[in-house]
């Protein structure tokens, strides 16, 4: 079961591979205790490089780092990040 349904990807293995990025993202905050802009960050990488493959080209769309936002948002207690954090300013 995914943390949510739709990232908004094209696929359903576009999400599938979206979803293992905000997972691993969700592992790092609650193992390692990872800062919110530590995580946004590291899932943000995680989906550029997704973004790299044909296959995965909108990866880094608005749509789905929204998706994925909300993901963390809704899962992470607290979780939270600047405009210039979000938007990798």
Do not use: H, I
Request: aromatic residues 12%; without cysteine; hydrophobic residues 45%.
């Amino acid at each position: 079961m995914r943390v949510v349904e739709q990232y908004g990807m094209f696929t359903e293995s576009g999400d599938y591979m979206v979803d293992r990025a905000v997972r691993a993202g969700l592992k790092l905050a609650q193992l390692d205790a990872a800062s919110n802009a530590d995580v946004w960050q590291f899932v943000q990488r995680e989906l550029a490089k997704l973004a790299t493959t044909e296959d995965f080209a909108e990866a880094t769309d608005t749509v789905v780092r929204e998706e994925v936002f909300d993901a963390l948002w809704n899962t992470l207690p607290g979780f939270n990040v600047s405009e210039e954090v979000y938007f990798g300013v």
